[in-house]
């Protein structure tokens, strides 16, 4: 490695073993657009507050400018040259204008710095995840709509249950992504502070003006206590927490992906772009994407609670631990992103098979509920009608039939309240529409629900955009 830059109180040179164990340059690198804009607003400030000149930061900033321009067309290559991007730019800068480069630094430290540049990268990443999510949103609503009356099984325990619209079926994910993009939402209102300044701990002896960097990059507040700003990392955890959550509902709809295209359900079929062969047997077509959907909700999981873990034992303030912060995040953010955008692509793509799933909605007895109730109607209490469509149903399994299949007299047998009217009682679209409760199956509810869905998927923030600077 190049001349540290905190070489000053040091002898001998760094072990080499040393130098690659305590590196991060090989990750953090991702950050140098935020570490530069960071450092940008800082020495604008410097320069605002009399701490240094005016020419002095002009020639600070063009010097940043220009490495930032160099980064992007590959000129400069991030490496283990240096221990973190922070070091990284400082020492570029001070070796592209010299002793001048050497007064950015003034009045911060790495502890701050670092905590900025991740608290700027995590609302970019908050701001793509939200609006993500909003497309696998109308992707959704778009299938919800075309697929209004389609029938299927409700299921609980994988068992039939009852019959539901698939529509209904779909709104439910809708419902999961709206609490998804929520979370989202809250952690940026509350991770949008401003740390830089608070510098190593306990801030810093020169007149600087924090309000004045964070209104310049668009921030609402600046941090309350300055130990508590380098050590942080509560808005880490947050996006990770909310980002398992949201993959446990991806990888729920990704497990039901699976199961409807096996040919036992034959419910759906994913489109040959999504899915993979196998090298062995040449019939297969194997939903791959939703499977690794369903298994790379384990690698977030993990970073949620390996950022936990980090964090547990910490004495107050800042510890080299937290460098291993970042790859938990990136690591989350990468995730998430692909997999939003792939299922955002995917979902359109589905063909859903509506005579197969219409004819399993009122198999397995899915329709005993409603003949109950059918039975309550006519004045039978609740229990004995319970107990009596039970019975139906045990004969009927024992003579290998639906409810429906049996005629009146054979209802009869088991109670005189049966009459001809039970038939079109039993009429899977009067079942379904009859579900008129808040939030039920009805069309007329889910068309309901549709149409909500349509104006909250835009709704001005505090529904969608939290992101002051994205309203620019
Ligand atoms: N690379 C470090 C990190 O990511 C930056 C802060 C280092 N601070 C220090 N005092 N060594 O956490």
């Known amino acids: 490695?190049?001349?540290?830059?905190?070489?000053g109180r040091f002898d001998q040179p760094t072990n080499k073993l040393v130098e690659e164990y305590t590196a991060s340059i090989h990750y953090d690198s991702r950050l140098y657009r935020y570490d530069i804009e960071g450092s940008i607003a800082h020495c604008r400030m410097l320069a605002e507050c009399?701490?240094?000149?005016?020419?002095?930061?002009?020639?600070?900033?063009?010097?940043?400018?220009?490495?930032?321009?160099?980064?992007?067309?590959?000129?400069?290559?991030?490496?283990?040259?240096?221990?973190?991007?922070?070091?990284?730019?400082?020492?570029?800068?001070?070796?592209?204008?010299?002793?001048?480069g050497g007064k950015l630094h003034t009045a911060r430290s790495r502890n701050d710095q670092v905590?900025?540049?991740?608290?700027?990268?995590?609302?970019?990443?908050?701001?793509?995840?939200?609006?993500?999510?909003?497309?696998?949103?109308?992707?959704l609503l778009e299938m919800a709509e075309k697929h209004i009356?389609?029938?299927?099984?409700g299921f609980t325990h994988l068992q039939h249950a009852q019959p539901v619209l698939f529509s209904h079926h779909l709104m439910a994910y809708f419902e999961m992504f709206t609490r998804d993009r929520e979370r989202f939402g809250d952690c940026f209102r509350r991770m949008n502070v401003?740390?830089?300044?608070?510098?190593?701990?306990?801030?810093?002896?020169?007149?600087?003006?924090?309000?004045?960097?964070?209104?310049?990059l668009k921030f609402p507040k600046v941090v309350a206590n300055s130990m508590d700003a380098v050590s942080d990392r509560d808005y880490m955890i947050e996006f990770c927490s909310a980002s398992a959550i949201l993959m446990m509902h991806v990888s729920r709809?990704?497990?039901?992906?699976?199961?409807?295209?096996?040919?036992?359900?034959?419910f759906v079929e994913i489109s040959d772009a999504f899915c993979t062969g196998s090298s062995i047997m040449p019939q297969k077509k194997n939903p791959d994407v939703p499977e690794l959907m369903r298994g790379k909700s384990g690698r977030v999981f993990g970073n949620l609670v390996g950022l936990l873990t980090l964090t547990k034992g910490l004495p107050l303030t800042y510890n080299r631990d937290l460098q291993e912060d970042k790859e938990a995040v990136f690591d989350t953010a990468d995730?998430?992103?692909?997999?939003?955008?792939?299922?955002?692509?995917?979902?359109?793509?589905?063909?859903?098979?509506?005579?197969?799933?219409?004819?399993?909605?009122?198999?397995?007895?899915?329709?005993?509920?409603d003949m109950a109730d059918y039975l309550v109607r006519k004045g039978v209490p609740f229990r004995k009608a319970h107990h009596i469509v039970g019975q139906v149903v045990q004969y009927c399994i024992k003579h290998g039939k639906e409810l429906v299949d049996c005629t009146l007299d054979e209802f009869k047998t088991f109670h005189k309240a049966f009459d001809t009217d039970v038939f079109p009682y039993l009429e899977i679209s009067t079942v379904i529409d009859r579900r008129t409760s808040v939030g039920g199956t009805a069309t007329s509810r889910v068309k309901e629900a549709i149409a909500l869905a349509r104006t909250r998927l835009d709704a001005p923030e505090n529904e969608t955009n939290p992101n002051p600077n994205a309203e620019k």
């Open 194 to 216: 401003m740390p830089l300044g608070s510098a190593a701990l306990a801030g810093t002896t020169l007149p600087t003006d924090m309000e004045w960097t964070a209104r310049y």
């Open 115 to 139: 905590a900025l540049d991740m608290r700027l990268y995590t609302r970019d990443v908050l701001s793509q995840c939200r609006s993500l999510l909003r497309d696998v949103q109308a992707a």
């Open 253 to 266: 709809m990704a497990e039901e992906l699976i199961l409807w295209s096996s040919p036992e359900f034959a």
């Open 50 to 100: 009399g701490i240094i000149s005016h020419d002095e930061a002009s020639r600070i900033v063009e010097g940043l400018g220009e490495i930032l321009r160099d980064i992007e067309r590959g000129r400069i290559t991030l490496d283990s040259v240096h221990e973190d991007i922070h070091m990284a730019v400082e020492t570029e800068l001070i070796a592209r204008i010299g002793e001048t």
């Open 335 to 369: 995730t998430v992103t692909v997999t939003l955008r792939l299922l955002s692509k995917l979902l359109p793509q589905i063909t859903v098979n509506r005579e197969r799933m219409a004819a399993m909605a009122g198999r397995g007895f899915t329709l005993a509920t």
């Open 149 to 153: 009356e389609v029938l299927m099984p």
């Open 1 to 7: 490695m190049a001349e540290k830059l905190w070489q």
